[in-house]
């Protein structure tokens, strides 16, 4: 198919409104399918509040760090492993089988982590899920592109994006219901099996996609399917379509040496084209992840903790704001990338990212330079049960007491920001502290700077989730020839997973070894270099069609910065006029 990636505009969406209304067993295909962006959005954010349930459970997870991010960062150590495993069972066994596949990996997780005795055990089914995780994400927006009618297939697409963050919105939502029930964590992890659950029931009673079927030979189930989503005077068309597709897929897959991955590699990396093409799309990628979003997906109540406020309920309550946030930032990624093009919306996307990362930064700054002291006087009454390191006789801040080498915690004055006492971390010390009327903090000192780091924290969401964070996806769908698109795009994608597992499995420990200011001006420091090499690197591939791409990124006179003009004369001269 000539063009660009398939991203939904207005007329679409009318049309697969009214197509969905007409024709329910396309939105059954579709909404079956898409638990699977539910699932992997839920099992990616729900696990930002379940930690502060967990930490309070298991003493050993109070001070390490590199445990609590094991935890964390195990669905995406899976999921990188079941994405591998996702796109060849695609192709050896179906979308179908793939996806039940991926719901009894969901299943298995969600039932251990629910069981889970240790925080051992709550990491084997990390595993599960994220290799549940990586399947889902391989082959959910799969089948639905390939069971949807071709002029409504962006918009339906499109839908797997938006359950994607739904579900990270609704695990916010969940975690918050969940902080009064008894065992609370393992709630908030083991409901997920119950749309894994759902979608495995409805996948049973499902069809094949028809474009796999047909690479298998299978016609006549092929056309089967197809009359029920086309209309009865478009069905033949379709399948000519379908034969077409098929027979021009295979001679290219056929000229690069399908049988062998070295062989498409050799070949991928001998050409310039996709030699441009690769770095512009693998660099977009990772800068996607070093910005730090996942800091705020996969620890965000810890992040607002870290702000000074202490409470876990009003923790998830205020981290449901970010990814609310994050959720209408897709929608309005979706009216806006064709109109202000993919490169110039990454690039305001990255300086909002920088201004709001320095702020957050130089927030956190200021009110760890401001912390309430530690008071002898407040802390002689808890005598059992003041921190091993406290000296009565050294000055201490309440950052002095988070960073000591035992486990403390800062029990605060009734006022808060007043001087208050240092103890050791444990439930028995944090139901003293409680019992006071005084409020306990683990993880961030009381300060009045606090609301202001929300504001900046929304502000990032708010500067991200248009640009940056729905962009590369777009990017690696447009710049690739298509007969390299597969394997160019799984390097790039296994580029994204790789970086978020970096980003995932050391934020805790920078937080603790530099302090959540000093993180959190790294990450807008790296923000800063990739706006820079995103600048320097990336094309506009707005409005071009593939081949269009193709000439561009393989032209004398390329300049990444510049804008390309396929329609213009060539008088040595194929690169216009300079734009973002």
Same mark, same amino acid.
């Given at each position: 198919?000539?063009?660009?990636?398939?991203?939904?505009?207005?007329?679409?969406?009318?049309?697969?409104?009214?197509?969905?209304?007409?024709?329910? *067993?396309?939105?059954?295909?579709?909404?079956?399918?898409?638990?699977?962006?539910?699932?992997?959005?839920?099992?990616?954010?729900?696990?930002?509040?379940?930690?502060?349930?967990?930490?309070?459970?298991?003493?050993?997870?109070?001070?390490?760090?590199?445990?609590?991010?094991?935890?964390?960062?195990?669905?995406?150590?899976?999921?990188?492993?079941?994405?591998?495993?996702?796109?060849?069972?695609?192709?050896?066994?179906?979308?179908? !089988?793939?996806?039940?596949?991926?719901?009894?990996?969901? #299943?298995?997780? +969600?039932?251990?982590?629910?069981? +889970?005795?240790?925080?051992?055990?709550?990491?084997?089914?990390?595993?599960?899920?994220?290799?549940?995780?990586?399947?889902?994400?391989?082959?959910?927006?799969? *089948?639905?592109?390939?069971?949807?009618?071709?002029?409504?297939?962006?918009?339906?697409?499109?839908?797997?994006?938006?359950?994607?963050?739904?579900?990270?919105?609704?695990?916010?939502?969940?975690?918050?219901?969940?902080?009064?029930?008894? $065992?609370?964590?393992?709630?908030?992890?083991?409901?997920?099996?119950?749309? +894994?659950?759902?979608?495995?029931? #409805?996948?049973?009673?499902?069809?094949?996609?028809?474009?796999?079927?047909?690479?298998?030979?299978?016609?006549?189930?092929?056309?089967?399917?197809?009359?029920?989503?086309?209309?009865?005077?478009?069905?033949?068309?379709?399948?000519?379509?379908?034969?077409?597709?098929?027979?021009?897929?295979?001679?290219?897959?056929?000229?690069?040496?399908?049988?062998?991955?070295?062989?498409?590699?050799?070949?991928?990396?001998?050409?310039?084209?996709?030699?441009?093409?690769?770095?512009?799309?693998?660099?977009?990628?990772?800068?996607?992840?070093?910005?730090?979003?996942?800091?705020?997906? &996969?620890?965000?109540?810890?992040?607002?903790?870290? +702000?000074?406020?202490?409470?876990?309920?009003?923790?998830?309550?205020?981290?449901?704001?970010?990814?609310?946030?994050?959720?209408?930032?897709?929608?309005?990624?979706?009216?806006?990338?064709?109109?202000?093009?993919?490169?110039? #919306?990454?690039?305001?996307?990255?300086?909002?990212?920088?201004?709001?990362?320095?702020?957050? $930064?130089?927030?956190?700054?200021?009110?760890?330079?401001?912390?309430?002291?530690?008071?002898?006087?407040?802390?002689?009454?808890?005598?059992?049960?003041?921190? !091993?390191?406290?000296?009565?006789?050294?000055?201490?801040?309440?950052?002095?007491?988070?960073?000591?080498?035992?486990?403390?915690?800062?029990?605060?004055?009734?006022?808060?920001?007043?001087?208050?006492?240092?103890?050791?971390?444990?439930?028995?010390?944090?139901?003293?502290?409680?019992?006071?009327?005084?409020?306990? *903090?683990?993880?961030?000192? !009381?300060?009045? *700077?606090?609301?202001?780091?929300?504001?900046?924290?929304?502000?990032?969401?708010?500067?991200?989730? !248009?640009?940056?964070?729905?962009?590369?996806?777009?990017?690696?769908?447009?710049?690739?020839?298509?007969?390299?698109?597969?394997?160019?795009?799984?390097?790039?994608?296994?580029?994204?997973?790789?970086?978020?597992?970096?980003?995932?499995?050391?934020?805790?420990?920078?937080?603790?070894?530099?302090?959540?200011?000093?993180?959190?001006?790294?990450?807008?420091?790296?923000?800063?270099?990739?706006?820079?090499?995103?600048?320097?690197?990336?094309?506009?591939?707005?409005?071009?069609?593939?081949?269009?791409?193709?000439?561009?990124?393989?032209?004398?006179? &390329?300049?990444?910065?510049?804008?390309?003009?396929?329609?213009?004369?060539?008088?040595?001269?194929?690169?216009?006029?300079?734009?973002?």
């Amino acid at each position: 198919m000539e063009g660009g990636a398939s991203v939904a505009g207005k007329a679409e969406f009318k049309e697969c409104l009214r197509l969905t209304w007409s024709q329910p *067993y396309i939105l059954r295909l579709v909404f079956s399918a898409g638990i699977g962006g539910l699932l992997f959005g839920y099992d990616t954010g729900v696990i930002s509040g379940a930690l502060l349930f967990i930490r309070d459970d298991f003493i050993e997870l109070q001070k390490n760090t590199t445990l609590r991010e094991t935890i964390v960062s195990m669905v995406v150590a899976g999921a990188i492993v079941g994405a591998g495993l996702g796109g060849w069972m695609n192709d050896r066994f179906g979308r179908r !089988p793939s996806l039940i596949i991926a719901d009894v990996l969901f #299943l298995a997780g +969600a039932a251990i982590m629910a069981f +889970a005795p240790s925080p051992a055990v709550i990491i084997v089914g990390r595993v599960f899920v994220g290799l549940g995780v990586g399947m889902a994400s391989m082959t959910a927006p799969l *089948y639905i592109s390939e069971v949807s009618p071709a002029r409504i297939r962006g918009a339906l697409v499109s839908t797997n994006g938006l359950l994607i963050t739904g579900g990270q919105f609704m695990a916010y939502l969940i975690n918050l219901a969940f902080t009064k029930v008894p $065992g609370t964590w393992r709630w908030m992890l083991g409901i997920a099996g119950f749309p +894994a659950l759902l979608q495995f029931i #409805l996948m049973l009673t499902l069809p094949e996609s028809p474009r796999w079927l047909y690479r298998q030979g299978r016609k006549e189930e092929t056309a089967a399917i197809l009359r029920k989503i086309y209309p009865a005077n478009e069905v033949e068309e379709e399948i000519e379509s379908l034969r077409k597709l098929v027979e021009d897929e295979m001679v290219l897959e056929g000229s690069i040496g399908e049988q062998s991955v070295f062989g498409k590699l050799k070949k991928a990396f001998g050409s310039k084209v996709v030699r441009r093409g690769l770095m512009a799309g693998v660099i977009v990628q990772v800068a996607q992840q070093f910005v730090g979003i996942n800091t705020v997906m &996969y620890y965000s109540p810890t992040i607002v903790q870290l +702000a000074g406020f202490a409470s876990n309920d009003t923790a998830m309550a205020l981290s449901l704001i970010t990814s609310g946030l994050n959720a209408v930032g897709s929608i309005v990624s979706m009216f806006f990338v064709d109109r202000v093009g993919r490169r110039r #919306l990454m690039l305001l996307s990255l300086v909002g990212i920088v201004v709001w990362l320095a702020v957050l $930064g130089s927030t956190f700054l200021r009110a760890a330079h401001n912390a309430p002291p530690v008071s002898d006087v407040e802390t002689r009454p808890f005598a059992n049960q003041t921190c !091993p390191e406290y000296n009565p006789n050294v000055h201490w801040s309440c950052m002095d007491c988070l960073r000591a080498a035992s486990t403390c915690g800062f029990c605060a004055h009734e006022g808060n920001l007043r001087p208050g006492a240092c103890l050791a971390l444990n439930n028995e010390t944090r139901g003293v502290c409680h019992a006071d009327h005084r409020e306990f *903090y683990s993880e961030g000192c !009381p300060n009045k *700077y606090g609301w202001l780091a929300l504001l900046a924290l929304a502000a990032y969401i708010v500067s991200y989730s !248009p640009g940056m964070g729905t962009v590369p996806w777009i990017v690696n769908s447009e710049i690739y020839p298509l007969r390299f698109r597969g394997i160019c795009g799984g390097i790039a994608a296994v580029a994204n997973w790789v970086s978020n597992l970096i980003v995932t499995q050391t934020f805790l420990t920078l937080t603790k070894a530099l302090g959540s200011a000093a993180t959190f001006l790294l990450f807008c420091g790296v923000s800063f270099m990739a706006l820079i090499v995103v600048f320097l690197t990336v094309p506009e591939t707005k409005g071009l069609q593939f081949k269009e791409v193709e000439k561009m990124l393989g032209s004398k006179n &390329y300049r990444p910065w510049k804008r390309y003009h396929p329609e213009a004369p060539t008088k040595g001269r194929e690169i216009g006029v300079a734009m973002l």
